[in-house]
């Protein structure tokens, strides 16, 4: 089936400092979709980018889609404590509904 | 809306019981979803429904495992008979297919402990 890896699987920041964590598949996606999980949280949907080298902004954090539709970032600028927690990426298959999700990053943010 | 509701919120139980858990989708949403996280195995997505049929079940683990989905406002996940490998925490998340895309909402997650 589909995998989708996220590195890295830790980042611990200093508060103010930016983090980024990157996402790659080895096919490509019709559109790529991000989730935060606060610790013991259920996943929350941020984002779905659906467009080549599409660029997409909440406030402080960029999601980027790769020219070539297999990678995907999400930036964060000036990280604060309300960050924390695991971000995923989740990518389509074997059905428009179905995602497979990535591994996942845990951000700590260290006040 | 309530969001997706999901019950027990914690369920401690003992090796070789059945263990059920519960989901009420967001109204309006026509796929509900099971998964299941752990620290080995990251989310991982157990089987899926559409207009309350199942559409994929290849990430069942076994068949002790087994999800139904009696009409749109309900689904049920059982383990029967349980086993301490099955202690994670399991959602159930629910989607719809809209202009947006395929944002799914997850549910609080009942997190399992089989002793």
């Known amino acids: 089936g589909q995998q989708v890896m996220q590195i890295p699987q830790y980042q611990h920041v200093q508060e103010g400092e930016d983090f980024t964590t990157y996402c790659n598949s080895s096919?490509?996606?019709?559109?790529i979709q991000w989730y935060k999980q606060r610790p013991g949280g259920h996943p929350v949907f941020l984002i779905q980018?659906?467009?080549?080298?599409e660029v997409k902004k909440q406030k402080r954090l960029t999601f980027q889609f790769g020219e070539a539709k297999k990678n995907s970032s999400l930036h964060i600028t000036a990280t604060q404590t309300t960050d924390v927690g695991t971000y995923f990426c989740?990518?389509?298959?074997?059905?428009?509904?179905?995602?497979?999700f990535g591994t996942g990053t845990k951000l700590q943010v260290i006040p | 809306d309530a969001g997706v509701i999901q019950s027990p919120r914690h369920e401690v139980t003992e090796m070789g019981q059945e263990v059920t858990l519960r989901c009420k989708p967001i109204?309006?949403?026509?796929?509900l979803f099971w998964y299941r996280q752990t620290m080995m195995r990251g989310l991982e997505l157990l089987i899926y429904?559409?207009?309350?049929?199942?559409?994929?079940d290849s990430g069942m683990p076994e068949d002790r495992f087994s999800a139904k989905m009696p009409n749109a406002s309900f689904s049920t996940l059982k383990i029967q008979p349980s086993e301490p490998r099955d202690s994670a925490v399991y959602f159930c998340?629910?989607?719809?297919?809209?202009?947006?895309?395929?944002?799914?909402?997850f549910g609080p997650g009942t997190r399992l402990t089989v002793l």
């Open positions: 096919t490509t996606l019709s559109n």
């Open positions: 989740a990518a389509p298959w074997g059905g428009y509904q179905k995602v497979t």
């Open positions: 429904f559409n207009n309350n049929v199942p559409i994929d």
């Open positions: 980018l659906v467009k080549s080298g």
């Open positions: 109204s309006g949403h026509d796929y």
């Open positions: 998340a629910s989607s719809w297919l809209s202009g947006r895309g395929n944002e799914q909402f």
